[in-house]
């Protein structure tokens, strides 16, 4: 059985949102933040890949922020199963697209169903930057008719598995995460998708070597100073259209221009008042 460190903090909600930032830019995980419905309190849980790090980061805890408790516990994925159950039900995105956790019935085929057993893993749609990647994609896919596809950070394998649904031939998607790797590719046979379809692997963007071909599409759902600083490989990996996302509002033109400087023409923006993604085009010659 899987398991994680779990940091579970209880906080004031006024100071939740401060505290999660300086998680994002100190530690670079994201952290989950959970405001109890009419009250004065925020749980914010922070996961780790062991116990033994989730301690070591509880006594690194800034002395600025206040909380009324922390908690390093162990965090199995059945805990994990019974939170999404509560946060992850069916969604329509985009004009085709409709995701579906795996304990759901999907109601119809109208739509073409994602089917996504999230495990540990990030990526249910429920999220604005996973739902900005796939309609993005869907748009994409109709316009540009691409052939190739990669999805660098591909977490629960929902971006890969929509690409070869929509009728993207060629996939490539990675994770540094050994964990959505092996989730990715029970997510791909839970979509009928035969073995091989896409081409799961393991690799970090921050270091040589995850770049197998360049694609028509690439996807990239990770955080600010990631893309920025992956900024002329994602590039080079790019022959048409990239998107990129996990970007907080504040932190948009610091990432196109990465991009810009590179030869890359932004072509659209969109956010929900927190994250954004930016979608960039590789000029015709
Ligand atoms: C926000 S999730 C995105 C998941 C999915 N692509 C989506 O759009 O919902 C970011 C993913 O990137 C992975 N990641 C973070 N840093 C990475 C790195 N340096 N190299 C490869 N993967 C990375 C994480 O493990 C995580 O699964």
């Given at each position: 059985m899987k398991s994680c460190g779990q940091l579970e903090l209880v906080m004031a909600i006024e100071d939740a949102d401060i505290f999660c930032d300086w998680v994002r830019e100190h530690w670079a995980v994201e952290p989950v933040c959970l405001e109890q419905p009419r009250g004065d309190r925020a749980v914010v849980d922070i996961y780790f890949d062991t116990l033994a790090e989730a301690e070591a980061r509880r006594r690194k805890l800034p002395a600025k922020f206040a909380f009324s408790s922390v908690q390093a516990m162990i965090c199995r994925e059945e805990q994990w199963t019974t939170f999404w159950r509560h946060h992850f039900h069916v969604q329509d995105i985009g004009r085709r697209l409709r995701t579906v956790p795996v304990w759901e019935t999907p109601p119809d085929r109208k739509r073409i169903n994602l089917r996504i057993d999230p495990g540990l893993s990030?990526?249910?749609?429920?999220h604005f930057t996973t739902r900005f990647c796939l309609e993005e994609l869907e748009k994409a896919c109709g316009k540009?008719?691409?052939?190739s596809m990669l999805d660098a950070?591909?977490?629960?394998g929902i971006l890969a598995i929509a690409a070869a649904k929509l009728g993207v031939k060629t996939i490539d998607a990675f994770d540094y995460d050994p964990v959505c790797v092996e989730k990715c590719a029970e997510n791909a046979a839970l979509n009928h998708l035969?073995?091989?379809?896409i081409r799961f692997y393991q690799a970090?963007?921050?270091?040589?070597?995850?770049?197998?071909r360049p694609a028509d599409v690439v996807c990239a759902n990770i955080l600010t100073h990631v893309l920025i600083e992956a900024a002329p490989a994602l590039w080079r990996a790019t022959k048409r259209r990239l998107l990129l996302t996990g970007i907080r509002e504040f932190e948009g033109d610091s990432v196109a221009d990465a991009f810009v400087a590179g030869g890359a023409r932004e072509v659209l923006r969109d956010g929900d008042g927190e994250w954004c993604g930016i979608v960039l085009d590789r000029p015709k010659t």
């Open positions: 990030f990526g249910t749609g429920g540009l008719k691409p052939r950070g591909t977490g629960s035969g073995k091989g379809r970090d963007i921050l270091r040589d070597g995850w770049m197998k």
